[in-house]
């Protein structure tokens, strides 16, 4: 099962669009776990995390988080997020992921 984590300033924003998703791969049988986080609770992450998406707030600490974390970390589309778009940035993960 895939571990997909959003990371947003304080993991609020990011809330509904991991509830979003984790709906969005409910319907479509996708077995994943969408969850989110604060940036600042980067350390507390499992280490068997598959994929960071970062809302546009952080997206300025890519380089940093990529240093800390061994899984890609992407940053969600303006757009999509903008919508509250789970199924797209599903889409979007599922790309980066290869499933």
């Known amino acids: 099962m895939k571990k997909i984590v959003l990371i947003c300033g304080s993991g609020m924003s990011t809330s509904l669009l ?3 998703m984790q709906d969005a791969a409910d319907e ?3 077995p994943c776990r969408v969850s989110a986080f604060a940036a ?3 350390a ?3 280490a068997d995390v ?3 998406l970062l809302g546009p707030q952080v997206r300025f600490r890519q380089k940093a988080i990529e240093a ?3 899984c890609p970390v992407m940053p969600i589309e303006f757009s999509a997020y903008g919508r509250m778009d789970g199924a797209a940035i599903l889409r979007n993960a599922r790309e ?3 499933d």
């Open 18 to 20: 991991a509830a979003r």
């Open 28 to 30: 479509s049988g996708y």
């Open 40 to 42: 600042s609770d980067i």
């Open 44 to 46: 507390e992450l499992d």
């Open 50 to 52: 598959s994929l960071i």
């Open 68 to 70: 800390q974390v061994a």
């Open 96 to 98: 980066v992921l290869d």
